[in-house]
Structure formats: structure tokens, C-alpha cells
Nanobody, 118 residues
Framework: QVQLVESGGGLVQAGGSLRLSCAASGSIFSINRMGWYRQAPGQQRELVAVSGGSTNYADSVKGRFTISRDNAKNTVYLQMNSLKPEDTAVYYC??????????????WGQGTQVTVSS
């Protein structure tokens, strides 16, 4: 059983910062990719940033958000600076994990709300 637990969401004014964390636990052999997605009301879930071999960001967050990982803790972070009202969404952590060698699957966290007021 694998579990992803997110934390760090909240309410912040435009221009402010938040740092999200996502820790993976359970039966983990190795973690390939870890990343963040978000879903605003009435919108599809979209990629924000992903780390695994290479690092990629959505164009809308480049220069403002930074993804990082602590592999010893199976944790991924998202530092969000210069936040805008349009960043308001539920943010989800996703990880591609091998529970045993050769058996890989995608796992999602429960989501954390980020609200940016103007």
C-alpha cells in the first residue's frame, strides 16, 4: 500500500508565497517521477511541475514556482512565489512508484486547496 500525503495549502494574498509538501510512504521500492498538478473549478486537471530525470514546468508558472525533491524522505516540494489569483486551485501530488522491481504505478495524493486573493 502506497500513500501520498500533501500539506502546505492555504489562503494567501496575490504576490505572496506558499510551499507545498508531499510525502510518499508505504511499500516503496523506488520512486521514478514526482510532480504537481492542479485543478481549478470547472477546469481540467493540468500539469504544474514534474521532477524525474528532467524537470518541467507549465509555462504559466515558469520563473515563479520551483519543484524540488528530498529522495531520502520520499518527499517532493513546490515553492510557489509571486502567486496570482489564477493560481487558485486544488493542487495534487502524483508519483510514479515501483512497489517491487518491474511493477510501476501512478499514485495520487488527496489534494490541497490553494486560494490566492486579489
Amino acid at each position: 500500500q502506497v500513500q501520498l500525503v500533501e500539506s502546505g495549502g492555504g489562503l494567501v494574498q496575490a504576490g505572496g508565497s506558499l510551499r507545498l509538501s508531499c510525502a510518499a510512504s508505504g511499500s516503496i521500492f523506488s520512486i521514478n517521477r514526482m510532480g504537481w498538478y492542479r485543478q481549478a473549478p470547472g477546469q481540467q486537471r493540468e500539469l504544474v511541475a514534474v521532477s524525474g530525470g528532467s524537470t518541467n514546468y507549465a509555462d504559466s508558472v515558469k520563473g515563479r514556482f520551483t519543484i524540488s525533491r528530498d529522495n531520502a524522505k520520499n518527499t517532493v516540494y513546490l515553492q510557489m512565489n509571486s502567486l496570482k489569483p489564477e493560481d487558485t486551485a486544488v493542487y495534487y501530488c502524483k508519483a510514479t512508484i515501483q512497489v517491487v522491481p518491474g511493477r510501476m504505478g501512478d499514485y495520487w495524493g488527496q489534494g490541497t486547496q490553494v486560494t490566492v486573493s486579489s
